[in-house]
């Protein structure tokens, strides 16, 4: 896969980030999750555009994806973040944003990279409350492997 430079303040989710919480690849991937600064969005967009990315799904305030001529897709989720550097996501539930607590920023491994992503904290409690598919099963074993977190499932 071609890297985008990466010119925003972005952190890596979902699978990607599991993997690279891990340091490694572990599972083919359908997306790339990313969360970025809310207030940042016209630059995040610019450099995809410029990249071949075209917006395919707006779901904002809470998410919207990206993807490019060869079936690569980006879903983005904006963050407002605070100054102690927590944030929160709009969520679909006015009255429940997603949470995001400082210690929640973190680094992990990908092609020898270091990259900022979510932390195993983060990303077990962004994995509960729905019916998990194959791959979910999968990024929570390689977490309670790698790291000793309980998980759901």
């Known amino acids: 896969m071609r890297a985008i430079s990466l010119i925003w303040?972005?952190?890596?989710?979902?699978?990607?980030?599991?993997?690279?919480?891990?340091?490694?690849?572990t599972r083919?991937?359908?997306d790339l999750d990313l969360m970025h600064r809310g207030d940042q969005e016209p630059v995040v967009m610019a450099a995809l555009a410029a990249a071949g990315f075209v917006?395919?799904?707006?779901?904002?305030?809470?998410?919207?994806?990206?993807?490019?001529p060869g079936g690569r897709e980006i879903d983005l989720h904006p963050l407002v973040f605070a100054a102690d550097?927590?944030?929160v996501q709009a969520s679909?539930?006015?009255?429940?944003?997603?949470a995001y607590p400082a210690s929640c920023f973190v680094t992990g491994t990908i092609?020898?990279?270091?990259?900022?992503?979510?932390?195993?904290?983060?990303?077990v409690h962004f994995h509960q409350?729905?019916?998990?598919a194959d791959h979910d099963r999968h990024d929570m074993a390689q977490?309670?492997?790698?790291?000793?977190?309980?998980?759901?499932?």
């Open 9 to 25: 303040s972005t952190n890596l989710g979902g699978g990607w980030g599991i993997d690279a919480l891990v340091g490694r690849q």
């Open 28 to 30: 083919r991937h359908r």
């Open 55 to 68: 917006e395919t799904l707006d779901w904002r305030p809470v998410r919207f994806v990206v993807a490019d």
């Open 85 to 87: 550097g927590s944030a």
């Open 92 to 98: 679909p539930d006015p009255e429940r944003p997603f």
């Open 111 to 123: 092609l020898a990279s270091t990259v900022p992503c979510l932390s195993p904290e983060q990303q």
């Open 129 to 132: 409350g729905y019916a998990p």
């Open 143 to 153: 977490l309670r492997q790698a790291f000793h977190v309980a998980t759901h499932f």
